[in-house]
């Protein structure tokens, strides 16, 4: 085990001077290059804050409003007949729009079903297994200033509607 440890902690710096000393190598302005990346990357910052604080404001309003809640009440009745936890319910709907929440209501959960319960397992591999899809298509469809998303959001939607059976089923106990 301790050997493990030694090599995660040997690996970033390793892969630094590794980075660096091919760039020497190859004759190249390492420094230079990093400076540009630098620059680079707080350009990139710079255009897509305004969309990432659309989205929070976006996230924030429609929590305060009751709507995330809404829906997932709606989606929970619809659920519960297909033998879907409610429970889960709310938080695949938030997942999808920020993961801070959906943690947030995970914790909920922990606290009122358990950490080793079967919804507490289900919850847990949920989340490990979607992703933030609205959150994720506006910060990269923005930043690389994507017009026409085709199929993204149904591919997107799909696949996480496929993590959250995957969860449910081997969350199950003898899975």
């Known amino acids: 085990m301790k050997i493990l440890m030694y090599l995660s902690e040997a690996a970033i710096p390793f892969l630094v001077l590794y980075i660096v000393g091919f760039g020497l190598s190859r004759r190249q302005r390492v420094y230079e290059d990093f400076l540009d990346g630098a620059k680079s990357g707080i350009r990139t910052v710079a255009e897509i804050m305004p969309t990432l604080i659309g989205l929070m404001v976006a996230v924030g309003v429609l929590r305060a409003s009751g709507f995330l809640e809404l829906v997932s009440d709606l989606l929970g009745e619809l659920m519960s007949s297909l033998h879907f936890p409610a429970e889960l319910v709310p938080i695949a709907v938030v997942k999808m729009f920020s993961s801070s929440a959906a943690t947030g209501l995970l914790l909920d959960l922990y606290k009122t079903h358990g950490t080793d319960s079967t919804l507490g397992v289900a919850a847990s591999i949920m989340l490990s297994s979607t992703e933030t899809i609205f959150y994720t298509m506006s910060i990269y469809f923005m930043s690389v200033k994507v017009k026409k998303t085709r199929y993204t959001l149904a ?9 959250i059976a995957a969860s449910f089923i081997l969350a199950q106990p003898g899975a």
């Open 155 to 163: 591919g997107a939607l799909l696949s996480s509607l496929a993590g």
